[in-house]
C-alpha cells in the first residue's frame, strides 16, 4: 500500500469514528422522555371521621403530596412514576410514586405499602407491603367513571372509591381492626396519564 492510500484510509477511518462517536453523543441526549400525570385518591369527610373514631389514621408517604379541605376531606397525590396504559381498552399498568401508611393509634399497629401502580387489567389501586413482594389490591375505582384521551394524555375519574375485599383482609389482619369492609366507601379517585416519547 502506498503511502498515500495509507493516509486516505487512515483519515477515512478517524471521520467514521468521529461520525459514530456523533451519533452516539445524540442517542444519548434524545433518551426517551418518561410518562407523566398523577393519581389523586380523594378521602370524604364521612370516611375520614369514622377512621378517626376508630383510631385510624391513613397518612401519604413521600413523593405523595397530601392536602386538606375542611369541606371536601382530605386529597392525596400520587405522581406517575413510569407504565403503559390504554385506559379506553381497559388493559396496561401505570405505577406511581410514594406510598401508604395505615396506623391503628388504639394499638399501635401499622401497614405500609410502596410500589403502588393503578392496573387497568383489573381496575385496581394496588401497593407491595413493605415487608413482601407480592401486591395487594387495596382500592377500587367505582361508581359513576369517565374515561378520556386526547392526544397522548389519558384521564380517569371515578365518583367512587371503595375498599377492595383482599386490602379490606389485609389491612384488618395488621392493624388489629375490623374496621375496612369490601365495598366500603372511601371517596373518589382521578388519574391523568400521559404517555412518554
Known amino acids: 500500500m ?3 492510500r495509507a ?29 407523566t400525570g398523577s393519581a389523586v385518591v380523594h378521602e370524604n369527610t364521612t370516611f375520614l371521621k ?9 397518612i401519604p408517604l413521600p413523593s405523595a403530596t397530601p392536602s386538606y379541605d ?7 397525590t400520587f405522581p406517575v412514576a413510569g407504565g403503559s396504559v390504554n385506559l379506553p381498552a381497559y388493559y396496561g399498568n401505570v405505577q406511581l410514586g410514594g406510598g401508604l401508611l395505615f396506623i391503628n393509634v388504639f394499638t399501635g399497629k401499622s401497614a405500609v405499602f410502596k410500589q403502588l ?10 401497593g407491595v407491603p413493605v415487608d413482601g413482594t407480592a401486591p395487594v389490591a387495596l382500592l377500587d375505582p367505582a361508581g ?10 389519558q384521564t380517569l375519574s371515578a365518583a367512587d372509591l371503595q375498599v377492595d375485599a383482599e386490602g379490606a383482609q389485609y389491612v384488618d389482619a395488621k392493624l388489629n381492626t375490623s374496621f375496612f369492609k369490601a365495598g ?3 371517596g373518589s379517585f382521578s388519574l391523568t396519564f400521559t404517555a412518554g416519547s
Open 2 to 4: 502506498s503511502r498515500n
Open 7 to 35: 493516509r486516505l484510509a487512515a483519515a477515512g477511518a478517524a471521520v467514521a469514528l468521529a461520525v459514530t462517536g456523533a451519533s452516539g453523543v445524540a442517542v444519548a441526549d434524545t433518551a426517551p422522555a418518561a410518562p
Open 50 to 58: 369514622d377512621s378517626a373514631v376508630n383510631g385510624l389514621v391513613v
Open 70 to 76: 375542611g369541606t371536601a376531606g382530605f386529597s392525596a
Open 117 to 126: 401502580a393503578f392496573s387497568a387489567d383489573t381496575w385496581q389501586l394496588t
Open 144 to 153: 359513576a367513571t369517565t374515561v378520556n384521551r386526547a392526544g397522548t394524555t
Open 184 to 186: 366500603q366507601s372511601v
